[in-house]
Protein backbone atom coordinates (compact mmCIF):
# COMPACT_ATOMS: atom_id res chain seq x y z
CA UNK A 1 0.00 0.00 0.00
CA UNK A 2 1.66 3.14 -1.10
CA UNK A 3 0.72 6.20 1.19
CA UNK A 4 -0.41 9.54 -0.31
CA UNK A 5 2.47 12.06 -1.08
CA UNK A 6 0.91 14.66 1.19
CA UNK A 7 0.01 13.11 3.96
CA UNK A 8 0.02 14.81 6.74
CA UNK A 9 2.26 17.46 5.58
CA UNK A 10 5.33 14.93 5.08
CA UNK A 11 7.02 13.60 1.86
CA UNK A 12 6.82 10.24 0.89
CA UNK A 13 10.06 9.18 -0.10
CA UNK A 14 9.15 5.59 -2.51
CA UNK A 15 13.10 4.35 -1.40
CA UNK A 16 13.63 4.76 2.31
CA UNK A 17 17.44 5.61 3.09
CA UNK A 18 18.05 1.68 4.60
CA UNK A 19 17.92 0.21 1.11
CA UNK A 20 21.04 2.22 -0.07
CA UNK A 21 23.06 0.22 1.80
CA UNK A 22 21.53 -3.12 0.87
CA UNK A 23 21.80 -1.54 -3.27
CA UNK A 24 25.63 -0.94 -2.65
CA UNK A 25 26.17 -4.77 -1.70
CA UNK A 26 24.14 -6.38 -4.68
CA UNK A 27 25.08 -3.65 -7.46
CA UNK A 28 28.48 -4.36 -9.21
CA UNK A 29 31.11 -2.17 -8.26
CA UNK A 30 31.24 -0.31 -11.56
CA UNK A 31 27.32 0.32 -11.07
CA UNK A 32 26.37 3.99 -9.57
CA UNK A 33 23.77 4.06 -7.09
CA UNK A 34 21.21 6.30 -7.74
CA UNK A 35 19.72 8.56 -4.54
CA UNK A 36 15.97 9.81 -5.17
CA UNK A 37 15.45 11.89 -4.56
CA UNK A 38 18.10 14.37 -6.22
CA UNK A 39 18.97 17.22 -4.06
CA UNK A 40 21.05 19.42 -6.31
CA UNK A 41 20.08 22.27 -8.69
CA UNK A 42 21.08 23.02 -12.22
CA UNK A 43 24.21 25.52 -12.90
CA UNK A 44 21.29 27.44 -15.37
CA UNK A 45 19.02 28.05 -11.71
CA UNK A 46 21.68 28.71 -9.74
CA UNK A 47 23.33 31.22 -12.07
CA UNK A 48 20.13 32.88 -12.71
CA UNK A 49 19.26 33.17 -8.98
CA UNK A 50 22.66 34.83 -8.04
CA UNK A 51 22.25 37.05 -11.14
CA UNK A 52 19.10 37.99 -10.25
CA UNK A 53 19.90 38.66 -6.57
CA UNK A 54 22.89 40.98 -7.64
CA UNK A 55 20.92 43.33 -9.67
CA UNK A 56 18.61 43.30 -6.80
CA UNK A 57 20.81 44.40 -4.70
CA UNK A 58 22.43 46.62 -7.16
CA UNK A 59 19.23 48.52 -7.85
CA UNK A 60 18.42 48.91 -4.17
CA UNK A 61 22.14 50.37 -3.18
CA UNK A 62 21.38 52.70 -6.36
CA UNK A 63 18.79 53.45 -4.92
CA UNK A 64 19.35 53.95 -1.13
CA UNK A 65 23.31 55.57 -2.18
CA UNK A 66 23.13 57.16 -5.74
CA UNK A 67 26.31 59.05 -5.39
CA UNK A 68 28.57 56.86 -4.42
CA UNK A 69 27.21 54.08 -6.42
CA UNK A 70 27.41 56.86 -9.31
CA UNK A 71 31.24 56.41 -8.51
CA UNK A 72 31.76 52.94 -7.96
CA UNK A 73 30.04 52.50 -11.18
CA UNK A 74 32.48 54.93 -13.01
CA UNK A 75 35.56 53.48 -11.42
CA UNK A 76 34.75 49.70 -12.29
CA UNK A 77 33.69 51.24 -16.06
CA UNK A 78 36.73 53.13 -15.92
CA UNK A 79 39.18 49.79 -14.36
CA UNK A 80 37.27 47.51 -17.52
CA UNK A 81 38.17 50.00 -20.09
CA UNK A 82 41.65 50.62 -18.92
CA UNK A 83 43.33 47.77 -21.09
CA UNK A 84 41.84 48.93 -24.08
CA UNK A 85 42.55 52.29 -23.67
CA UNK A 86 46.41 51.33 -23.05
CA UNK A 87 46.03 49.69 -25.96
CA UNK A 88 44.80 51.96 -27.79
CA UNK A 89 47.65 54.35 -27.41
CA UNK A 90 50.32 52.30 -27.54
CA UNK A 91 48.91 51.71 -31.40
CA UNK A 92 48.63 55.37 -31.51
CA UNK A 93 52.26 55.44 -30.95
CA UNK A 94 53.79 52.68 -33.34
CA UNK A 95 51.37 53.26 -36.38
CA UNK A 96 51.59 56.78 -38.21
CA UNK A 97 48.71 59.50 -37.05
CA UNK A 98 47.94 60.04 -40.59
CA UNK A 99 47.13 56.22 -41.58
CA UNK A 100 43.62 56.76 -42.50
CA UNK A 101 44.67 58.97 -45.19
CA UNK A 102 47.70 56.69 -46.34
CA UNK A 103 45.08 53.48 -47.07
CA UNK A 104 42.37 56.13 -48.66
CA UNK A 105 45.28 56.48 -50.97
CA UNK A 106 45.44 52.89 -51.76
Known amino acids: MIPYPLEKGHLFYPYPSCTESADRELLPAFHEVSVYPKKELPFFILFTAGLCSVTALLALLTHQFPEPMGLVAKTFLN ?4 PFNFL ?8 PSN ?8
Open 99 to 106: LWHQLTRL
Open 88 to 95: VEKLEGVL
Open 79 to 82: TITS
